[in-house]
């Protein structure tokens, strides 16, 4: 039972253009998400967050948006760099009631084009 | 400004073997965690300990998983006896506090081959 998906396997965009990377969620207790991203050989580097209590949360390039009545989250990267090319996971987590447990999604490999 | 620092970086052995992942925490973090990551499963969390302390070890596979956290500073990830099934990328992440407040940071992992 899959409660974070990630159902693009891979994204492919040019550099300069934007870059949407979606993740749809099952339990509707998930309060709290994360996205990270993973380059070859290397763990997972935390990126963004959001609160179940916002929508929208930005920092620099990277902005997520999450939409709870559709239990779906994504990740906008403008402008796309050659650098951003990597695997990003999504990430969900029941804060108050098991504290630090993250289940992660499948991950979509981003690949921009130069 | 060291990370968290896995190892060894990859381990290769025969089925039937103990296999033994090696975790060193970023000093001062009082969450540990160690994550899975295969083809079929993606990235799921195995076990977390706070202050040293086992919490949630609903992710162990199996019997032949152990994991233990001997001081702030280490910790291991057994499994005895290793099968092929068991190859994988294991990482371990650290934080401090609750989620909320600091996200986790991940190792560079240990790439487990089981032949």
Redesign the interface.
Known sequence: DQQVKQNSPSLSVQEGRISILNCDYTNSMFDYFLWYKKYPAEGPTFLISISSIKDKNEDGRFTVFLNKSAKHLSLHIVPSQPGDSAVYFCAASFTETSGSRLTFGEGTQLTVNP | DAG?IQSPRHEVTEMGQEVTLRCKPISGHD?L?WYRQTMMR????LI?F?NNVP??DSGMPEDRFSAKMPNASFSTLKIQPSEPRDSAVY?C?S?LG???NQ???????TRLSIL
């Not at chain 2, 996200?103 to 992992?109: S, W």
């Open positions: 968290v969450y965690f993606g990235l799921e969390l977390y706070n919490i949630d990482f992440a934080s609750k989620l909320i996200p986790q940071h991940f190792g560079d992992g």
